[in-house]
T-cell receptor, first 112, second 114 residues
Framework: NAGVTQTPKFRVLKTGQSMTLLCAQD?????MYWYRQDPGMGLRLIHY???????AKGEVPDGYNVSRLKKQNFLLGLESAAPSQTSVYFC???????????FGEGSRLTVL | AQSVSQHNHHVILSEAASLELGCNYS??????LFWYVQYPGQHLQLLLK??????LVKGIKGFEAEFIKSKFSFNLRKPSVQWSDTAEYFC????????????FGGGTRLMVKP
């Protein structure tokens, strides 16, 4: 079972470059989330989606955009990367809001 | 402001020592409480959860946690740790007052010395 798959797993960007992280889940979950993990700060919610075609802001949405064109995919975009966006990004999905989240393996992004 | 606090950032124990990691939250409303573990290089895995009922919940790998509503706490315990418990532990909360989105504490990094 694939569960939640994130691509790419590692990426190095220069300041100002753009990129997209892809999250795919095969569990038919309605809810999908993007978190960033930084030392000492736990995981902070960037954006989330409650279903296909919907997105909503989380705790730290600035500098990121998301799209949920298909139920199984949740894309996280950085239009103009900044060093402050150096982090490990985790995607998660769940059937119900906030309950039973399945996490991906993370994507480590470094912005120089 | 609503938050989840883990007061121990780093804990170092010897094998067979007892473990207690603190977690406090400031959410009102109906809360669901979770502990997640992240082993080195891996993604988060659910250790245990509390929704309702018996405030003492048991999870995987011998972990347990106690929900004390009056103290807004959900501390994680294990009577005897093993080297394989070396990991980072995260407390997390959802509240119906906050859209039921999962909010994490800052994490506690546990190192168990063999």
């Amino acid at each position: 079972n694939a569960g939640v798959t994130q691509t790419p797993k590692f990426r190095v960007l220069k300041t100002g470059q753009s990129m997209t992280l892809l999250c795919a889940q095969d569990m038919n979950h309605e809810y999908m989330y993007w978190y960033r993990q930084d030392p000492g700060m736990g995981l902070r919610l960037i954006h989330y989606s409650v279903g296909e075609g919907t997105t909503a802001k989380g705790e730290v949405p600035d500098g990121y955009n998301v799209s949920r064109l298909k139920k199984q995919n949740f894309l996280l975009g950085l239009e103009s990367a900044a060093p402050s966006q150096t982090s490990v990004y985790f995607c998660a999905s769940s059937f119900l809001a906030g309950v039973g989240l399945f996490f991906g393996e993370g994507s480590r992004l470094t912005v120089l | 402001a609503q938050s989840v606090s883990q007061h121990n950032h780093h804990v170092i124990l010897s094998e067979a020592a007892s473990l207690e990691l603190g977690c406090n939250y400031s959410y009102g409303g109906t809360v669901n409480l979770f502990w997640y573990v992240q082993y080195p290089g891996q993604h988060l895995q659910l250790l245990l959860k509390y929704f309702s009922g018996d405030p003492l919940v048991k999870g995987i790998k011998g972990f347990e946690a106690e929900f004390i509503k009056s103290k807004f706490s959900f501390n994680l315990r294990k009577p005897s740790v093993q080297w394989s418990d070396t990991a980072e532990y995260f407390c997390a909360v959802t509240s119906n007052n906050a859209g039921n989105m999962l909010t994490f504490g800052g994490g506690t990094r546990l190192m168990v010395k063999p």
